[in-house]
């Protein structure tokens, strides 16, 4: 169980749907439970990741201003680094986001290996090789 | 346990050390590795699940400071213009490399009679020949032999990776051009090969192989070579070499994973420990320093990348990672164009899709707000990766020191203090200004251009270099230390120079070469009584 607070997730989200809104048949990173479920996912894969987030949440949290809690984490670049890694790391786990990318992961597909033949037929290397070698010659 | 004086130990079971103890046990020669990593972990390789680029961020990170396994040691980069980024584990940094696979050219065995900078190779491109069609076997090479950047001779053993359409845009553009292009050589099986099986174009070839298509040498070499009697130790960091009374190598002490101390007798000594931990070991030791350049003319090929997005769905989230084509049209000198020595192009997939919208290898630039989604839309499977591999000439101000945090044992970390020459930015900028031209043909709406990339330091070169005179060079031509008989150097710490290619085609063959001599030479070789 993580010990991010309801407090630090709720700012999470918060920061999170601010970089990623809604749009473009998208979800937004709060309809996409950033904050919830996909934190969880993203800490299982990288629990190095827990403390950090915590060190960069909490002093944010008790700014109490979230605009402001946005403009000091946009202006600090290791912060924001890691912020964007857990929030659109967790964002890009959410199945309907493949989906409306057409993105299905990085699934297999054999490779032909008699595509070449297919290069060599089209003639696609004739220019390359009716030039000839390109290397310089050298003293023995 | 391992034998009590083996008549060869070998630092590191990278490429080089793979190479030389295959030659070493074939001619009969008891081999002890000590690798201070551990066998990579293909259980954490998640291409195919939502997990994977999050994994492959600290799992199969290139940084050795971000990835903090147990073989790693901390590298202090902050007096340099590029991060060292490598691998420390059973298979070296072939685990993480991206498997391009490029011989060097003739010229870049001659770069000071032909260009008048830098040193000449004490070897040449014809001694090398030989030893590159060898280790194309060994590792799997897949490619088309013909290139016109290179003599004829005996090419790869497979038939190069599919060019997909990302590759036949490229060279339709080349074409158009009038330049140089060939399909590439990768260390990437494209048949069932061995042990290894055919790519399945996951992209994610430096981020752990989940098909077992990619060579490198814990799949390639270790499993036979540690079935037929070759002893590789893991866990064990050597902290210093050796020497007796009469200044031979005859040994090294070792921390285990424990932290327990070893001493290890050996009748020869081979470093293959990278341009980084090599010279850490070397001055650690104080040992094969006369010339004082151990550690100094580090050359890490300064990169750069253009970037090209299109309109159209390229699939370019697939296919192997892996070059599908390279071009040397600008490879060779031309000082008309304001700087001495050239540059490799290779093209590639652009993969998957967190690396796009996080700072990196596609800018600096944070995307946030509105443009996210539209960013993400333009850029994933719609884009393509041109990059730039630029030849770095030796600098000695450029260097390896002892530094940083020290490890177990009290071994001192690595320190790397590097500048980007005058010559490489001009060559950086040349290079991206001709790709620019490229793209515009390829007919890309948007173009991103990067050069001088901090997070680029996979090519770790000449900090042992390789050469006849021992006051300018560490090793002589067959990786022999001048001061030290019985201590050799075979990883690229060697090079005299650092070609504008790809090196571990080059460290390979070069290893091969300098084992092939010490077998040969064996009976007059010095070993401690």
Not at chain 2, 93 to 121: C, I, K, N
Not at chain 2, 155 to 161: D, E, K, L, R, S
Not at chain 2, 296 to 320: C, K, Q, T, V
Request: proline share 8%; charged share 20%.
């Amino acid at each position: 169980m993580s010990a991010l607070t309801p407090q630090l997730r709720e700012l999470l989200t918060a920061l999170a749907t601010s970089m990623i809104p809604g749009g473009l048949g998208m979800p937004s990173a709060r309809d996409a439970d950033v904050g919830g479920r996909l934190l969880d996912a993203v800490l299982v894969a990288r629990p190095d990741l827990e403390a950090p987030l915590i060190a960069l949440l909490e002093p944010l949290a008790a700014l109490g201003d979230p605009a402001e809690a946005e403009r000091r984490l946009r202006a600090d670049r290791p912060a924001v680094e890691l912020f964007a890694l857990v929030a659109i790391g967790g964002y890009m786990m959410h199945p309907a986001v493949g989906g409306a990318l057409s993105y299905p992961g990085q699934q297999p597909k054999p490779v032909n290996p008699f595509d070449i033949n297919d290069v060599v037929d089209d003639g696609l290397l004739d220019p390359v090789i009716e030039r000839g070698p390109i290397y310089r010659e050298v003293p023995a | 346990m391992p034998a009590e004086r083996p008549d060869v130990l070998i630092v590191g079971a990278g490429p080089s050390g793979a190479v030389a103890a295959k030659r070493f046990h074939e001619a009969g020669m008891s081999v002890l590795v000590l690798e201070q990593g551990d066998w990579p972990d293909y259980g954490r390789a998640r291409a195919g699940f939502p997990d994977f680029e999050l994994i492959a961020r600290k799992e199969w990170n290139w940084d050795p400071n971000v990835r903090a396994n147990g073989g790693d040691y901390a590298v202090d980069c902050s007096d340099s213009d590029v991060t060292a980024l490598m691998y420390n584990g059973v298979g070296g940094s072939a685990v993480s490399y991206a498997a391009h696979w490029e011989r060097f050219l003739p010229s870049d065995f001659r770069v000071r009679t032909l260009d008048g900078v830098a040193d000449d190779w004490p070897v040449s491109y014809a001694e090398m020949e030989p030893y590159y069609v060898e280790v194309e076997k060994q590792f799997a090479v897949s490619g088309l032999d013909g290139d016109t950047c290179l003599p004829e001779g005996e090419g790869p053993p497979m038939p190069p990776v599919p060019l997909n359409v990302v590759g036949r845009m490229g060279a339709k553009a080349l074409n158009q051009l009038g330049w140089h292009w060939w399909p590439a050589s990768n260390a990437i099986a494209t048949t069932d090969y061995g042990r290894l099986h055919a790519c399945v174009q996951r992209a994610a070839c430096p981020f752990g192989c989940p098909t077992g298509a990619k060579a490198s040498p814990d799949r390639t070499h270790w499993p036979d070579l540690v079935a037929g009697g070759v002893e590789l130790v893991t866990g064990a960091s050597v902290l210093r070499i050796t020497t007796d009374a009469a200044g031979l190598a005859d040994g090294v002490e070792w921390i285990d994973r424990d932290g327990r101390e070893h001493a290890q007798a050996a009748s020869t000594v081979v470093v293959c420990a990278n341009g980084v931990g090599t010279p850490r070991l070397l001055l650690a030791s104080g040992l094969a320093n006369s010339s004082g350049l151990v550690g100094r003319r580090l050359m890490m090929h300064p990169f750069a990348n253009a970037i090209g997005i299109f309109d159209e769905d390229l699939e370019s989230w697939r296919g192997p990672m892996g070059q599908y084509l390279h071009s040397l049209q600008f490879y060779e000198t031309d000082r008309a164009r304001g700087f001495v020595r050239g540059a490799k192009w290779n093209l590639m997939p652009s993969g998957a899709p967190l690396s796009m919208v996080l700072p990196g290898l596609w800018g600096d630039e944070l995307v946030w707000g509105a443009e996210f989604h539209e960013q993400l839309r333009a850029r994933l499977g719609r884009s393509l990766i041109w990059s730039v591999i630029c030849e770095d000439l030796p600098d000695p101000s450029n260097r390896v020191t002892l530094g940083g945090a020290s490890g177990p044992g009290g071994m001192p970390g690595a320190a790397l203090h590097y500048r980007t020459s005058e010559n490489s930015e001009r060559m950086m900028a040349f290079h991206l200004d001709r790709l620019s031209e490229v793209l515009d043909v390829m007919g890309a709406k948007e173009k991103k251009l990067s050069s001088g990339i901090r997070d680029s330091g996979w090519h770790l070169m000449g900090t042992a270099c390789m050469g006849e005179d021992p006051a300018s060079s560490v090793v002589d031509r067959d990786g022999r230390a001048h001061d030290v008989p019985n201590l050799f150097v075979y990883d690229a710490s060697v090079f005299p120079t650092s070609a504008g290619v790809n090196p571990t085609a080059t460290v390979a063959a070069n290893a091969l070469r300098c084992a092939d001599a010490l077998v040969r030479d064996r009976n007059r070789q010095p070993v401690p009584a």
